[in-house]
């Protein structure tokens, strides 16, 4: 409440005018009769009871007659002195920093002249005196700016708010955010927003750099003091966005993609994937978000693994568009692959088909420790039609990751590992015999025993110093030795074997040169069905060798093959060829129609072609497909 004042003479206590209590003292010199003065002080930006919720300089003006000018003027805070001033117009601070939240007084003392004419005057020994007092509140507490609602529409987020009171002070002495936090996954991301006086007008705000799809929206209010926030709206957005990247023939890459949710706010992704020369660089940029297809033409995708990819959501407020390694978001990270994937385990170490039982058997040794720790070993059967896992047997344990599986004449499974060989019976999938390689000589970390036809071979795979044993498995004599090679290999009834550039074929207990390849040759498979061997020659041709004849087949055009498989169902060699450091072709040559197809493969992983089913070990498999 403002209340009148006194006007006071300032030498001794006068008489009262009217209602507002002027008092006058006699003049020393003359009678003089005074008149109420018409003075009147005006705080042009304060009023009576207002609540302050910040400091401010408050405008005053002093209006009086001339004859009434002002002395001085007094400024009061609860009765503590804050501000003198002798001018009738200009502003003083009313600072509120070390007041409590609550009511205060702003009193106002001012002297002026009486207007009397006086000599008292003159000499300025004559004053009113008038006193003013108001009220006024301090709350410094700010106030929340409520969000009202967040909407998800025309391919962006727009957030809602409720009319703020204190509107006029934000850019002032309030300032407002808008907090953001985009959810992915697990973690999470955050922005701050400054909402102007303009934005808060209107009510509403178009949050055009939201990319994720799961939104946490709160607001803050700052003044000089404090800051509060609002409650958090939340807004999930459902997943429509549908991505497929299919391989196709031709060695072509076909991309297939649906409207995203925020496609305003992100017009455009970044399709890249890890090559098979691992970068990340190969891809497709700026595909647009509103939905679409592309075909990308490229060598560096082929059969065999899992390609990682991304999509690369640059925001529409992010710049440049290439340089998405720090900029944006990853939204997917899962592999594309052509081909079928199959339940194939990581560690399997070899596949084959029996055709008497229809059935596909894969050794997988689990490899979780360190030699000589043992890890199990598994014989795991497959349904050849569907490759669904139809039962998985815990056959043994073995040292050192190393292993072998054959299908021998009688229809047996021969499981080699490091410290002995076994014979499976492939129905019940028994041991029926085991043959233990200390037995027979010195085991080592390298080791790799086999059972063949009555041998008992201990291979060292270490061909620095290695050797190569054979023994009779029944009386248990070593009857002939040779260097460990790298590319040895063995017909399953151990009949032939090869390293280096020769072949040798066992006559009584001695193994001697049968024919010499001219080159070092690569792995050679036996086909003792059909008295043939698949020959691959360290940089040269590939060629076929009778060996009831000994003459060479070519098969033109097919220099660098370094891997033959073959498959007996269909009679078709599998012909691994170098493409480049990581890409090989892959050539399949039925040898009854002579026609020759292939596809690309990577070269890190293993393949088997049983019964027309291209297999690889990575666990992926392409079905009459080539």
């Known amino acids: 409440m403002k209340r009148n004042i006194h006007l006071l003479w300032i030498l001794l206590i006068g008489t009262l005018f009217s209602s507002c209590q002027y008092e006058l003292a006699e003049d020393f010199y003359n009678n003089i009769e005074l008149q109420e003065p018409t003075v009147s002080l005006s705080l042009i930006n304060f009023t009576e009871g207002e609540t302050l919720t910040t400091p401010r300089n408050i ?29 009738s117009s200009g502003s003083f601070l009313l600072d509120i920093q070390k007041l409590n939240n609550g009511e205060h007084n702003l009193n106002i003392e001012y002297y002026f002249k009486t207007g009397s004419g006086s000599l008292a005057e003159i000499s ?208 997917f990270n899962t592999p594309i692959h052509t081909g079928s994937p199959s339940t194939f385990p990581d560690t399997v170490k070899k596949i084959l088909y029996d055709k008497s039982t229809d059935k596909i058997y894969l050794l997988k040794i689990e490899q979780d420790n360190y030699y000589p720790i043992e890890d199990e070993v598994y014989i795991q059967q497959y349904n050849s039609t569907n490759l669904n896992l139809e039962r998985s047997v815990l056959i043994s344990k073995t040292k050192g990751s190393q292993g072998d599986l054959i299908l021998n004449s009688e229809g047996d499974l021969i499981l080699d590992l490091n410290e002995k060989s076994l014979v499976i019976n492939t129905n019940s999938l028994s041991v029926k015999k085991q043959f233990n390689g200390e037995d027979y000589n010195t085991i080592t970390q390298a080791s790799l025993v086999r059972y063949r036809n009555n041998i008992v071979i201990i291979e060292s795979l270490d061909d620095s110093w290695g050797k190569i044993h054979f023994h009779n498995s029944d009386t248990k004599k070593l009857f002939y030795s040779t ?46 069905n059909k008295n043939e061997m698949y020959v691959p020659i360290s940089g040269g041709e590939f060629f076929i060798l009778d060996a009831n004849t000994k003459q060479k087949r ?28 990581s890409i090989d072709d892959l050539y399949f040559f039925n040898m009854d129609t002579q026609e020759l197809k292939s596809i690309k493969t990577i070269r890190e992983a293993d393949y088997y072609l049983l019964n027309n089913n291209l297999i690889s070990k990575r666990g992926f498999y392409l079905k009459n497909d080539f």
């Open 483 to 528: 260097d460990a090679d790298n590319q040895f290999s063995l017909s399953n009834s151990a009949k032939y074997f090869s390293k280096r550039h020769s072949i040798y074929i066992r006559k009584g207990d001695t193994y001697v040169e049968f024919f010499d390849t001219g080159l070092l040759n690569f792995k050679i498979v036996f086909n003792e």
């Open 59 to 87: 405008n005053y003006s002093y209006n009086a007659p001339l004859k009434n000018s002002l002395y001085e003027m007094k400024f009061y805070i609860n009765g503590s002195l804050i501000h003198t001033t002798s001018k």
């Open 124 to 331: 300025g020994e004559e004053a009113f005196l008038k006193k003013e007092k108001f009220n006024f509140l301090v709350d410094k507490a700010p106030k929340i700016l409520e969000i009202d609602k967040i909407e998800h529409k025309e391919g962006s987020i727009f957030i809602y708010f409720k009319p703020y009171f204190l509107i006029n002070e934000i850019g002032k002495s309030i300032t407002a955010t808008l907090n953001v936090e985009e959810v992915k996954n697990t973690s999470s991301f955050y922005r701050n927003i400054i909402l102007t006086k303009e934005v808060l007008e209107k009510g509403i705000y178009k949050d055009i750099k939201a990319s994720n799809l799961n939104l946490k929206y709160k607001t803050k209010i700052e003044n000089n003091f404090q800051s509060v926030d609002s409650e958090v709206k939340e807004i999930n957005i459902p997943n429509t966005f549908k991505f497929n990247a299919n391989f196709i023939k031709g060695n072509k890459l076909k991309l297939t993609w649906t409207k995203y949710p925020l496609y305003n706010n992100v017009p455009f992704f970044n399709f890249t994937y890890l090559s098979a020369s691992y970068n990340f660089y190969d891809g497709e940029k700026n595909l647009t978000t509103i939905g679409g297809e592309k075909i990308i033409d490229n060598p560096n995708v082929a059969f065999g693994k899992a390609f990682d990819y991304r999509l690369h959501f640059p925001n529409a407020g992010i710049s440049p568009i290439d340089d998405f390694i720090y900029s944006g978001k990853y939204f």
């Open 554 to 581: 070519t098969i033109k055009n097919l220099p660098q093959i370094y891997n033959v498989k073959y498959d007996p169902i269909y009679n078709t060699l599998l012909l691994k060829k170098t493409y480049n450091n």
